[in-house]
């Protein structure tokens, strides 16, 4: 068993996480029709703090001896300038994980050699969700990222990716959330946004539907679904327990119920509710 030193200066059993996934930035370059973390609505650049980030997988550290898989998305994470750093740092505190910048793609070929170098050293590969536009390309992206020794694939629940679905519920019937947990396929897409740790995407990102729409979507009492990594006296063991499991989101999750469409992009200004909502026709 390994042990290792807390916050506190006391030993405890290394808990391992699952994965997490951090947005590096919260827009996008390529803005898909009813994203699902709806980066096509924010209307001006909005970045990872690399400073919050640092404290925030400093403290992840404490609590967890590694990160299986540990993903560096967005919106679109290439548009960060210190991606670098953001490699580092993650490396840094979890030597062990599966690091993985995960992207739309369209813009690695104008990368500095830096970033490459970056990536080898760090032992961080390339997810491309394989979105038409980049599918196309994959001759060129096997040339260009085989030159310069960077392990790469694509992600999607198809490949090519042709279809996308809504899955926001306006107005839920509260329902069992053990149920809808137990036959869900998201249960461990844990994400670290500034200073908290959520069970999944059901939360974090939603202001920007609110805010774009004026409405409300109800994931329960935001405190009962998110740990704040500043405050929280609970173990990684514990913390496991809360996040591996049913949850305040998921009583109000249209996961089940999903209804999918013709991938497709759609600016900000042509965005409409029922891109992403089930029940707003
Ligand atoms: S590529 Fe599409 S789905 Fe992915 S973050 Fe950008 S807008 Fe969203
Ligand atoms: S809120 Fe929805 S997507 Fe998230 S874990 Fe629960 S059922 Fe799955």
Same mark, same amino acid.
């Given at each position: 068993?390994?042990?290792?030193?807390?916050?506190?200066?006391?030993? *405890?059993?290394?808990?391992?996480?699952?994965?997490?996934?951090? /947005?590096?930035? !919260?827009?996008?370059?390529?803005?898909?029709?009813?994203?699902?973390?709806?980066?096509?609505?924010?209307?001006?650049?909005?970045?990872?703090?690399?400073? *919050?980030?640092?404290?925030?997988?400093?403290?992840?550290?404490?609590?967890?001896?590694?990160?299986?898989?540990?993903?560096?998305?967005?919106?679109?994470?290439?548009?960060?300038?210190?991606?670098?750093?953001?490699?580092?740092?993650?490396?840094?505190?979890?030597?062990?994980?599966?690091? +993985?910048?995960?992207? +739309?793609?369209?813009?690695?070929? &104008? *990368?500095?050699?830096?970033?490459?170098?970056?990536?080898?050293?760090? &032992?961080?590969?390339?997810?491309?969700?394989?979105?038409?536009?980049?599918?196309?390309?994959? !001759?060129?992206?096997?040339?260009?990222?085989?030159?310069?020794?960077?392990?790469?694939?694509?992600?999607?629940?198809?490949?090519?990716?042709?279809?996308?679905?809504?899955?926001?519920?306006?107005?839920?019937?509260?329902? !069992?959330?053990?149920?809808?947990?137990?036959?869900? &396929?998201?249960?461990? %897409? /844990?994400?670290?946004?500034?200073?908290?740790?959520?069970? %999944?995407?059901?939360?974090?990102?939603?202001?920007?539907?609110?805010?774009?729409?004026?409405?409300?979507?109800?994931?329960?009492?935001?405190?009962?679904?998110?740990?704040?990594?500043?405050?929280?006296?609970?173990?990684? /063991?514990?913390?496991?327990?809360?996040?591996?499991?049913? /949850?305040?989101? %998921?009583?109000? %999750?249209?996961?089940?119920?999903?209804?999918?469409?013709?991938?497709?992009?759609?600016?900000?200004?042509?965005?409409?509710?029922?891109?992403?909502?089930? !029940?707003?026709?």
């Amino acid at each position: 068993m390994i042990w290792k030193l807390n916050l506190f200066g006391s030993t *405890q059993a290394g808990a391992d996480l699952t994965a997490y996934q951090t /947005h590096l930035a !919260d827009h996008c370059n390529l803005n898909c029709k009813g994203c699902g973390h709806f980066c096509n609505l924010v209307k001006e650049p909005i970045f990872a703090d690399l400073e *919050q980030y640092s404290k925030d997988v400093t403290r992840l550290s404490e609590l967890y001896w590694n990160v299986s898989l540990l993903q560096l998305l967005g919106g679109e994470p290439l548009l960060n300038s210190q991606l670098e750093e953001f490699i580092k740092v993650s490396r840094k505190a979890f030597p062990a994980a599966e690091l +993985n910048v995960y992207s +739309n793609g369209l813009l690695v070929t &104008r *990368q500095p050699e830096s970033l490459f170098e970056t990536m080898r050293e760090n &032992r961080c590969a390339f997810r491309f969700s394989a979105y038409k536009p980049i599918y196309k390309k994959r !001759d060129e992206l096997t040339e260009f990222l085989g030159k310069r020794g960077i392990i790469w694939s694509f992600t999607g629940h198809t490949i090519p990716i042709e279809t996308f679905s809504r899955s926001v519920l306006l107005n839920p019937e509260p329902v !069992d959330a053990t149920e809808i947990w137990s036959k869900c &396929r998201d249960t461990i %897409c /844990h994400v670290l946004e500034p200073g908290y740790l959520y069970p %999944c995407g059901g939360g974090p990102w939603n202001k920007y539907l609110e805010e774009h729409f004026d409405v409300k979507i109800n994931h329960g009492d935001p405190e009962k679904l998110r740990i704040n990594l500043e405050t929280t006296t609970l173990t990684g /063991h514990e913390i496991n327990a809360l996040l591996d499991g049913p /949850h305040e989101a %998921c009583k109000y %999750c249209g996961t089940l119920k999903m209804k999918p469409f013709d991938w497709e992009t759609r600016t900000r200004e042509k965005a409409m509710l029922s891109d992403y909502a089930i !029940d707003a026709e």
